[in-house]
């Protein structure tokens, strides 16, 4: 290995976020350990060894940077020399607009890199406890190994590690319509006006609980049955239960009154809550959901007042592990009460390999500031889907309801002065490239 003046880092998990992290601090002469459990203790998802082995789709979705925040995201990625990024590249299959890989090569790719750099040592072991010393980036991923969960659980305490992943769908607040919603909290609590409410008629009630029992759903894997818990079940499971169930549930119109009909209570109600601190989106309270996304998407939109509904997250029910990070983070990614522990990927509550990558890019830059003694560059503006995606995960989102995203143009903060909706995602893409390279300009991508 060539002499280094830097501190090695331990990286636990040669996932995306791992691989990413371990690549950026090595091409600035950071020697890193990075720990891999595979092949001695494999996941239920995995099937080989490989560094980076993407165990669902092999697209990392849309490419188009102008009219998509996750191709946004790979255009910044790019620009800050991103190893996922041009090893996707360069095993891209034809998937029109979307970025597809050849899975079997991307992967080998990445192992070979993490084999093959001098500034790397891959050690094939299962962590299961955090070293004591010295600067930690714990980049395990949504399948942790039980062992290191039960160990990070006592370390965060145990109110701040989710197993289980019940998401409720997110929707845009520009798309709801409120000639036939209306804001209020139930009996006026709170300010008031909280929530947002779409009722329905005994009628439309009925109705869509025939069609929430009849549509498809997604079968739990064979590591998912776990059952479920009772705080969280999913509507159709519920609904099964009893065609009133939803009524006395999340679904219930007590406390509210419709004031496009005279102030008169609804048969039921649909209630959306804030979900992130700009306003802009809202979540569907209770609707966690097992359904298809096409379910969801014909299902939920016959609601009234969702019916043009722009849906930011769709519902999931699945085997995962995260960590609240608004309330144990910086915007570095540093453990509040332990700032040389850092976190990355889907651990922090990020969905998707992109995402995931991105996250595990920073904390490769803002560690090789830390390694050196300096204080890290701050980060990315949050125009940039970068800085959206950071500040989500470590203050933007409501730490009493914060569930796994995908960045979005819901994270960013809206134009100013506004614009229509049809240009709307090219300005907002445009002012994240600019603001993006004064960012790396300024810090030369955070420097060496």
């Known amino acids: 290995m060539v002499e280094s003046m830097a501190e090695e880092v331990t990286i636990i998990g040669a996932g995306l976020a791992g691989c990413e992290a371990a690549w950026q601090l090595a091409q600035r002469h950071i020697p890193v350990r990075l720990y891999e459990m595979r092949p001695g203790r494999m996941t239920p998802a995995h099937t080989s060894d ?28 790019r620009r800050l020399d991103s190893l996922i990024l041009a090893t996707a590249d360069s095993h891209r299959l034809p998937a029109g607009t979307a970025l597809a890989v050849d899975r079997q090569g991307f992967a080998n790719q990445l192992t070979h890199c993490m084999h093959s750099h001098p500034y790397i040592t891959l050690v094939r072991d299962e962590v299961i406890t955090l070293p004591e ?19 990070l659980r006592q370390r965060l305490g145990h109110d701040y590690l989710a197993f289980f992943d019940a998401i409720a769908p997110i929707v845009a607040l520009e798309s709801i319509d409120f000639n036939q919603a209306w804001r209020q909290s139930r009996y006026g609590r709170g300010d008031g006006d909280d929530y947002i409410n779409c009722p329905l008629s005994h009628e439309q009630y009925e109705q869509f609980i025939d069609a929430l029992l009849a549509a498809d759903k997604v079968a739990l894997r064979s590591f998912e049955q776990t059952g479920y818990f009772e705080g969280c079940l999913p509507i ?52 966690q959901t097992k359904l298809t996304w096409p379910e969801q998407h014909r299902l939920f939109r016959t609601i009234p007042g969702l019916e043009q509904a722009e ?60 390694c050196r003694g300096n204080t890290p560059p701050v980060p990315p503006p949050v125009t ?9 995960v470590t203050g933007g989102a409501r730490n009493d309801s914060f569930q796994p995203m995908n960045v ?33 300009m300024e810090y030369g991508g955070a420097p060496a």
Request: some cysteine; charged content about 20%.
């Open 50 to 77: 490989h560094c980076g082995e993407l165990v669902c789709s092999n697209s990392l979705r849309s490419d188009d940077a102008e009219r998509s925040a996750v191709g946004l995201l790979h255009e910044e990625m």
């Open 133 to 151: 010393q010295g600067w930690v980036l714990v980049a395990s991923g949504p399948l942790t190994s039980t062992a290191l969960a039960d160990h």
């Open 236 to 287: 159709e499971v519920m609904a099964e239960r009893g065609r009133q169930t939803l009524r006395f549930g999340p679904m219930k119109p007590v406390g509210l009154n419709n004031p496009h009909q005279e102030g008169r209570s609804p048969y039921a109600v649909v209630q959306l809550r804030q979900d992130n601190q700009l306003g802009t989106l809202w979540n569907m309270v209770g609707f």
């Open 311 to 370: 849906f930011y997250r769709l519902g999931a029910l699945h085997r995962n592990t995260f960590i609240n990070s608004p309330q144990l983070l910086t915007t570095t990614l540093q453990l509040k009460h332990d700032p040389r522990l850092l976190f990355a990927g889907q651990m922090i509550g990020v969905e998707g390999y992109v995402e995931s990558a991105a996250m595990g890019l920073l904390a490769g830059l803002f560690l090789a500031q830390l």
């Open 384 to 392: 940039t889907a970068h800085g959206a995606l950071l500040a989500h």
């Open 408 to 440: 979005n143009f819901g994270l960013f903060p809206p134009l100013d002065p506004p614009i229509g909706k049809r240009w709307r995602q090219q300005a907002m893409s445009r002012r994240a490239l600019e603001d993006l390279e004064r960012w790396r």
